[in-house]
């Protein structure tokens, strides 16, 4: 039973891929690890014998940590973490429990490799319209909460992606781009294993508003139009992927929890 330590993993699932999501931390040991290498999305994998040194920085920000059963590397690493002024909880049943609940798990030897700060770094062409915003927001939701986006010339990103240790997307002739009329937001949920629902939802109005198929699902044209005016409004890619990471937020959380909902005027109209 959870308790006001503790979150179960059909609670923390409602979090995940939401804007006020939790840090999520798994503390299972190496050997743990090891054995699967796979994550909850979201996650950062880090040591617990080392929580009085990276503990600090998640001070006054909510954290859910995960071992391997939800145990003592867990409820120590917890422990510790409010002692740090963390609002920190343990994951009920741990990583063991999440994948018995058959819950999204993030195949993580698909991630491309980590800075000395322990981010991705992905780079691609500058002034995005919508994969370009929409892979960016996936990943910052559900792969790598810290990850680094690099917007470049298009000639340029493959070198740059070379020289800075980035991994190129949504660009011809690399791994993480378009496969026949899968876009590379599709790519992205399929190799890195974290199709659900609402996901695959937001998949065919992404899909549909990047290359230019209106007919897969009638809010594709409203994604493409608020795609291109937040084009329109920014000369900062940066900036208008902050703004971007707003409009996915609200259309997963359309696509996940009020798709049956609808909208009329006048509400209290009196009936005949």
């Known amino acids: 039973m959870s308790s006001y ?9 409602r979090l995940i891929g939401t804007a006020n999501a939790p840090a999520l931390i798994d503390v299972r040991t190496d050997e743990d690890f ?14 617990h014998d080392k ?11 909510p954290a859910i940590v995960s071992c391997l059963r939800g145990e003592k590397l867990a409820q120590g690493t917890a422990a510790w973490l409010r002692q740090l002024g963390v609002q920190a909880e343990t994951l009920e049943g741990g990583f063991e429990g999440w994948k018995a ?23 691609t062409r500058a002034r995005p319209k919508v994969d370009r915003i929409a892979c960016p927001w996936l990943i910052r939701r559900f792969v790598d909460p810290n990850a680094i986006f690099l917007f470049v010339a298009p000639s340029e990103v493959v070198a740059v992606g070379e020289r800075f240790n980035a991994a190129p997307f949504d660009i011809e002739n690399v791994f993480w781009s378009h496969h026949g009329e899968l876009c590379t937001f599709d790519v992205m949920i399929e190799e ?3 199709a659900a ?17 209106p007919d897969l699902a009638p809010e594709a044209p409203g994604l493409l139009a ?8 920014y000369d900062d890619d940066l900036e208008q992927l902050g703004a971007g990471m707003l409009l996915y937020d609200a259309f997963y959380r359309w696509c996940r929890d009020a798709t049956a909902e609808t909208h009329n005027w006048p509400t209290n109209k009196t009936k005949a």
């Open 192 to 194: 890195f294993g974290i």
């Open 226 to 233: 608020a795609s291109l005016g937040l084009s329109r409004m």
């Open 34 to 47: 090891a054995a699967d290498r796979r994550l909850i999305p979201g996650s950062i994998k880090l040591s």
């Open 51 to 61: 929580v009085s040194d990276w503990g600090g920085a998640f001070a006054g920000r």
């Open 197 to 213: 629902p609402a996901l695959l939802r937001l998949a065919t109005l992404v899909r549909g508003a990047d290359t230019a198929r």
């Open 101 to 123: 609940a058959k819950l999204p798990l993030l195949e993580t030897r698909k991630l491309p490799p980590r800075d000395a700060k322990g981010r991705t770094v992905w780079v």
């Open 5 to 13: 330590t503790t979150i179960s993993s059909d609670k923390l699932a």
